[in-house]
């Protein structure tokens, strides 16, 4: 079954008509005398569609395979962190071997216009400032974006992070890094942690305007590297919101 963009939400639309549609077989027979015969043939109806209706909704919302979840090799604590040497948004190389003998955080963000990906690089900017700048550590921000959107939107030269674009997913890829339209759209209209971060933005007055093109299936991820370059901590989000708590990055960092 090949589902195109926004397939999930039109089939949910559908399925909520027809649910609506047939519900209204019921309706009738307060209005309309009917035999007792007829009543039951029509309720019989309209509970068989709707449960027809339930069985191919929830057929096609829990085996969307092409586009909405794909296969990843995550990574756990103790293995040596996957090198790779690429270029910052402002042309810099960067080498995860170069830090050996300094931690390093290492987060995963979705897009530049996220929302919930601004909010959590402020918030990491706040905390490296207060925290973790005097300690030497290195904090690297990867975005599934281009970099002319993450200049405009995200990166600026004086912010104390290294920002990559990975326009094309290659360290994604690398570290495993989950992407489900199914879950991501589930979660963002749903979980009650995000829907608590999208208070906080509208309470910080943090606005970026939605882009074309992006990856909306993304899910966050982060991982804490030591000083011999293993990772001492890798978390896998469970939605689109979830970072790694501030609480075990500091602990990492003390």
Known sequence: MVFHKHTFLNYSFFHVQYLYLTSMVLTPVDKVKQSSVKTTFIITAGLQIRILLLALFFSAFFNIK???SQKRAVLNANQVAPDFVV?????TSVNLKAYHGKKVILS???FAT????NLRVLKLIEQ??????????????VFEDTRENILQYVAKESMPLVIIADNNKTLF???????????????FLFNKEVKKQRKEIKSRNITVKPTKNVNQGRIPADFLIDTQEKIAVAHYGKHVG????????NTFVE
């Open 66 to 68: 092409n586009g909405f």
């Open 87 to 91: 270029e910052d948004v402002f042309g």
């Open 108 to 110: 995963f963000y979705r």
């Open 114 to 117: 996220c929302p919930l990906c």
């Open 128 to 141: 490296h400032n207060a925290k973790y700048k005097d300690k030497g550590i290195v904090v690297i921000a």
């Open 173 to 187: 890829k690398l570290y495993g890094v989950e992407s489900n339209k199914r879950k991501a759209i589930r979660n």
């Open 242 to 249: 979830d970072h790694i708590s501030f609480e075990k990055i």
